[in-house]
């Protein structure tokens, strides 16, 4: 029965009602009403327009308008804007127009670095293939991609991308690049033979050896297949779909930030109805009382808030950059520092992404070989020791034979190394420049008289060469089983000697240690052609055995330094790949992710789990293999529902839904695909895992310095709230005016609260276990360290202020100057002890940080000038004072920061919990 017109519109032609890779090629032509010749034109048309453009469904770009909505939609800008309407509306214009100020900046700054980190090409339109080769009224022929239809005959050729999804009909060597879309890190064979289900069990995407899928790459080899899904009904086009059904939540920072915007809202609320009440009760006006809680709530807002907290993520931005890591969007710089488990990819993420000769097995010795990639750099060992691979029986031969048996070709270009072929034979062809033996040498001196290609029957691939004494010889790669089975000798010490079944059984135990190790391994031999023998596959017998090549994608540099760097910090490594098994737990445990105790689960087993079950193992599992997109997501999903705060990285389409969902999705930038980067919140400029290692540091880095001048801003607002309120209900008079409270919250405070934000990282940030997800910002212990500070510098404050109307007998414009001074610098000095959880006057750390001592010497220069400028001193009414005056408050306000320094040893070693600066860290 033919398929119907809505299954192939709704994708359920590929998806859902019939497996194409089961089927015998005869039934799939027989299903699309279709032929091994193709289509004609005329039906062809007619189906284009029945079932839509080959061409993938893209979302609408973020639009400037939401980008800056989102800058204003936290609850703490919100209060700030209730708060500059309530000003506006009891007439301090200068208050209202000063917080209207901070917002703007605050908004402009976000705006322009989400907008800058967005300006970037649609992904999903970058997959598109624009030409295809396909058979139109039994004639090949160049369409456009888009107008291909199920039923179209396509032609593959070596280098083309797949234009859609098809079944194959017919190959030659056929391989295919399918990492992108699987993450499997070889190049997959295909040919036209049905995939059949064992016991009932779906075959894994990765497993399904008869189907090409659009978006993937053909690295050798032809083929003609017919086209069984288009555009939205592709994988490319379900994994599309997912992703925008995927929602992205808010990061760890926007929670905190709006649960302090809600306690903030109480704050100033409760601030207002205290001073309120307790005035009404002591007989004063109600209107005159009203406008004096909503000064003093006004006050208890620290207007700097927004802005500091927004340029010290764009410091951190553009630090990360330095680092290679480009931030996309503003709040997620932070969130590294808050993660609880990355989770990462393995092919290109945790590997380098370039196939490499590892092991060189030949006369009974294991070579192991240095370097990674395609650059020739690098040694060959044996027992630990460096060796000269032609001082090693077979290891020169074995070196010369895969250079020779080779068809790929490695070149240096702008971008890096390009690879024309089968990457394993370039990670052949790498090895052999190791050892300083090229292929056009060897070609000039070995030329090449015939070629008998790889074919999955045969198993190997041979050419045959004239020997400068005028033989023939073929050099042979292949399964090393093949190979084993066709050699009638082996090169050993003794020379060429006759190989035996038991030899035959030790060099497959050898060829199955290898794989063992989640190696590939290619199996050298070559013979030396008789008198008159032709170069063919009748040639192929009596072989001499060379040895083995091990093969495999390794660990990209600094990897397994990372990883452990991670474990230290209390942060679990977690590999989700759609790889084969074998493999991915070889490069689990090489790179120390697999321990002694973690568990692994494979894709067959992962598709049988319920939710409940996932849930429950999801945090003793290390490493996922053969997963799906649809796994990757649910693996997510899991862990954030343990509470986990989830970093994901990857970088094919397969990745982009789960590098969505994550609490943070990191994607490589140069292997990456387009639709990885542009789904991640950061994009890794120089594809180096180690940097999610320094971006990790970065973001804790960043939450300390953000709960450093929080603290800073709350201890000074709220000594600026506590004085006016002691004095208020004293009845004495007010010891600061209004304008010299927003001077204060505006100049004094902002500037040494964004020099904390330069402030250098904690000894320990990366030998502590991650925050607790759960604790929030103003912690009961966060809030009772900001009350006692403040109430030391209050206490500092009106000493000084009583000291002068009580026993200096001085003017209440005196008094209020002296007030105003000894509280500003006591604010100032009161940033050492923001700076760190230890004491920092006594230490190298001191002078660590540059800018808080740049700060410092501006504001204190224009705290003195409020009183000797004549136009700060007449429009903040200030006094000119003595030598003695500024004596008394010089030490009054240093009073604050010696007790705090002296506190600080002692409250290290009576409570365990970091003071001031750090949440209380969860054990995990």
Not at 5 to 30: F, K, N, T
Not at 350 to 358: F, K
Not at 462 to 472: E, I, K, L, V, Y
Request: contains cysteine; negative net charge; hydrophobic residues 50%.
């Amino acid at each position: 029965m033919a398929i119907t017109e809505q299954d192939l519109r709704e994708g359920r032609a590929d998806r859902e009602s019939i497996a194409w890779h089961a089927l015998p090629v005869s039934h799939v032509l027989r299903r699309l009403g279709a032929g091994a010749e193709g289509l004609s034109g005329a039906e062809a048309a007619r189906r284009l327009e029945r079932y839509g453009p080959n061409a993938l469904q893209v979302a609408r770009p973020i639009s400037p308008w939401k980008i800056l909505l989102e800058q204003v939609k936290s609850l703490v800008v919100l209060l700030l804007f209730a708060a500059a309407a309530v000003a506006l509306a009891i007439g301090d214009l200068l208050e209202a127009a000063a917080i209207v100020v901070v917002l703007v900046v605050n908004t402009a700054v976000g705006f322009w670095m989400e907008w800058r980190a967005r300006l970037a090409m649609d992904a999903l339109r970058r997959l598109q293939v624009h030409e295809a080769g396909a058979l139109r009224d039994g004639k090949e022929e160049r369409v456009d991609a888009r107008s291909l239809v199920p039923g179209d005959v396509i032609v593959l050729e070596s280098g083309a991308a797949i234009p859609a999804d098809a079944r194959v009909l017919s190959a030659t060597e056929l391989c295919i690049n399918e990492a992108p879309l699987t993450g499997e890190s070889l190049p997959v064979a295909k040919n036209p033979d049905a995939v059949v289900e064992e016991n009932g069990e779906e075959v894994p995407l990765a497993e399904r050896a008869s189907m090409v899928y659009k978006g993937t790459l053909v690295t050798t080899g032809s083929a003609r297949a017919v086209v069984v899904a288009t555009g939205a009904a592709t994988e490319i086009g379900h994994l599309s779909k997912l992703v925008q059904e995927t929602e992205a939540g808010e990061t760890p920072l926007e929670r905190r930030l709006d649960s302090l915007g809600r306690r903030l809202v109480w704050l100033t609320l409760s601030v207002a109805a205290l001073v309120t009440g307790l005035g009404l009760i002591r007989g004063e006006e109600l209107w005159l009382m009203v406008e004096t809680g909503i000064a003093l709530a006004i006050a208890a807002v620290p207007e700097g808030l927004p802005v500091v907290a927004t340029i010290t993520l764009a410091v951190g931005v553009r630090r990360m950059a330095r680092r290679q890591a480009l931030v996309r969007r503003l709040t997620a710089v932070e969130t590294l520092g808050s993660a609880t488990v990355i989770c990462t990819d393995k092919t290109g993420t945790l590997t380098a992404g370039e196939m490499t000769v590892t092991a060189l097995a030949v006369g009974g010795k294991l070579l192991e070989v240095t370097g990674a990639g395609y650059e020739a750099v690098g040694e060959f060992r044996f027992d630990g020791a460096v060796v000269d691979p032609a001082e090693v029986v077979g290891a020169d031969l074995a070196l010369r034979i895969g250079a020779l048996a080779n068809r790929a070709s490695v070149r240096k270009t702008y971008e890096g190394w390009a690879v024309m072929g089968d990457p394993t034979e370039a990670a052949l062809l790498v090895l052999a420049r190791k050892a300083g033996l090229r292929r056009e040498d060897l070609k000039a001196e070995y030329p090449e008289v015939a070629e008998l290609p790889f074919s999955s029957e045969r198993q190997l691939m041979a050419t045959f060469h004239r020997a400068p004494d005028g033989r023939n010889v073929v050099c042979i790669k292949g399964g090393p089983r093949r190979i084993v089975e066709e050699s009638s000798n082996t090169l050993t010490d003794a020379g060429v000697v006759p190989l035996d079944d038991s030899a035959r059984a030790a060099l497959l135990d050898d060829n199955r240690g290898l794989a063992a190790r989640g190696l590939r391994v290619l199996a050298l031999a070559y013979r030396e052609l008789g008198e008159g023998e032709s170069p063919g596959p009748e040639a192929v017998h009596d072989l001499v055995f060379v040895g083995f090549a091990g093969i495999q994608d390794p660990p990209a540099e600094g990897v397994r330094e990372t990883i452990a760097r991670f474990h230290n910090a209390g942060v679990r490594t977690v590999m989700i790949t759609g790889d084969q098994a074998v493999t991915a737990e070889a490069v689990g445990r090489d790179l120390g992710l697999l321990r002694d105790g973690d568990e692994t689960v494979r894709g067959r087993e992962m598709s049988s789990l319920s939710e409940a079950e996932l849930s429950e193992r999801v945090g003793r599992v290390a490493a996922f293999s053969r997963v799906s997109p649809e796994h990757k997501l649910r693996i997510v999903e899991a862990l954030q529902d343990q509470g986990d705060i989830v970093g994901m990285l990857g970088d094919g389409v397969n990745d982009a839904a789960a590098l969505k969902k994550a609490d943070i999705g990191v994607a490589m930038g140069l292997r990456g695909t387009d639709v990885a980067k542009e789904t991640a919140d950061v994009v890794l400029q120089d594809d180096r895992f180690e940097t999610i290692g320094v971006a990790v540091e970065h973001g804790r880095v960043i939450y300390d310095n953000i709960r450093k001048f929080i603290f800073y801003l709350f201890s000074c607002n709220l000594s600026e709230v506590a004085t006016l309120l002691v004095t208020g209900l004293a009845g004495m008079p007010l010891p600061l005016l209004p304008l010299q409270i927003l001077w204060l919250n505006l100049v004094t405070d902002v500037l040494p609260a964004l020099a904390l934000a330069m402030e250098p990282p904690e000894p320990d940030v990366m030998g502590r276990p991650p925050r607790d997800p759960k604790s929030a910002i103003l912690s009961p212990w966060f809030l009772s360290s900001v009350v006692t500070f403040s109430l030391i510098i209050t206490a500092a404050t009106l000493g000084v202020f009583i000291w002068a109307l009580e026993f200096e007998e001085s003017e209440l414009s005196h008094a209020v100057t002296l007030a105003f001074m000894t509280l500003a610098l006591a604010q100032l000095f009161h940033v050492f002890n923001a700076r760190s959880a230890r004491p920092v006057v006594f230490g190298r750390r001191l002078f660590r940080n540059r800018w808080v001592w740049g700060a410092l010497a501006l504001t204190i220069g224009l705290q003195v000038a409020t009183v000797y400028n004549p136009l700060l001193s007449r429009v903040l009414r200030t006094y000119s004072l003595s030598p003695q005056d500024w004596l008394v408050v010089l030490g009054a306000s240093l009073m604050p920061l010696i007790i705090g320094q002296m506190l600080k040893p002692i409250s290290m070693g009576s409570s365990r919990v970091r003071p001031v600066v750090t949440a209380r860290a969860s054990g995990h």
